[in-house]
């Protein structure tokens, strides 16, 4: 009797082990919890200010200057808006174009570019300027949109026609090569004509110390803000306010060559002298770009 009991519970055994190997068998595995999902990092709204100095079409060279240049706190500071007209004297190689014409062109606003005078007589290096940011910005008129093409220089005409019509003017570090030239009076003129009434003209500047002889054709580059102020004044134009926003201050102002001693220019001869490539950077690397004014004048209603 006792064998026979043993064996029936080992048979019984044998039977519950197999329900359950059969049970194990037949159940799905069960799925391991699904990992999150990386956040994905949204960038600024298209059409947006950050989104124009944010982006791709601009040079990592161009972007590496942000940092002394501020673009976004200058041109908030200067009150730019997406439907403005506006008009930008000598953008040189487009740095701030590449910011400005798809900003306005997402916000149906409107952009033009008083680029250097062409014809007889004209720099041909600057010819070349212009042809290479006029071919720019033909080559995507999608980002760019209808930037309209003037000159400013000897003998130019209106910036922007019809006169009268822009909402914002900008000089951006061009006011020392213009007194150079004999074009400032000039410039603040144009600007004056090219403004609407209540119009707005921004002004970024190397900055002349104010105990220092104000030399009228500013060869080292720098310019003091009450002759800069006085320019606009005698141009009918009504000082608004002044801001530090581009100021540097390491930069000594006591450079070999003027401002283009630093960033990014970084001369090391004397104009129309060969480069010197002995000539030791550091120094003047270390300052970075120049200490500026950045000033904001009204055209009265």
Known sequence: MIHFA?????????????????????RKKEAEPAKAAEPVKAGPPEGSLEWAIEGPWRSPEDKARDQWRHPMETLRFFGLQPSMTVVEFWPGGGWYTDILAPYLNKGRGHLFVAGFVEGEGADPAQVAVNNALKARLDSDK???????FTYF????????EPPGTADLVLFM?????????????KAFTDAFAALRPGGILGIEQHRLEPDEDQDPAAA???????????????????????SEINANPEDTKNHPFGV???PPTRRSSALGEPPNFEFDHSKYDAIGESDRMTLKFRKPE
């Open 6 to 26: 043993s064996r029936r519970l080992f048979l019984a055994g044998v039977a519950v082990s197999g329900l359950m190997g059969l049970s194990a068998c037949g």
């Open 153 to 160: 220089g000897l003998g130019s005409g209106p910036v922007i």
């Open 173 to 185: 570090r061009y006011v020392h090569v213009w007194m150079a030239a004999g074009l400032a009076e």
């Open 260 to 262: 283009e001693t630093l």
């Open 142 to 148: 999608k980002l760019y949109g209808q930037v309209g």
């Open 220 to 242: 080292n580059g720098y310019v003091q803000e009450a002759f800069l102020r006085q320019l606009a004044e005698e141009a009918g134009f009504v000082f608004v306010e002044s």
